[in-house]
């Protein structure tokens, strides 16, 4: 049987300064976690590309296709991300906590339909 890999998109906006950090984030969960990922990472530069990804701001990581951090917008656009933290905080990152839930999240859900 085939090593199980977890499917991460991480799509972001050159505009917007935190996709960097966001980016070294991820990495960092993902190997504190020991998880083995495939990390496509997507550049959105037009509000065409923003519609097809589905895109709502730049940073935006995908978990196995899903947002780490839902949203209910369907505002599509090259524009920069607001997560609200754990503490209520508005922040231009995700939390390594958020990114750390959402691996947890789909590690479980293989693990449960194996």
Known sequence: MAEWVMKVRFLYSEDCPSHEEALRRLRAVLDEERVPADIEIVQVNTFEEAEREHFTGS???????????????????????????????VSPLPSDEMIRKAIRA????IKNTR
């Open 59 to 89: 940073p935006t990581i995908l978990v196995d296709g899903l947002d780490i951090c839902p949203t209910s917008t369907s505002q599509y656009a090259p524009a920069c991300r607001a997560y609200v933290l754990e503490d209520g905080r």
């Open 106 to 109: 789909s590690k479980e859900n």
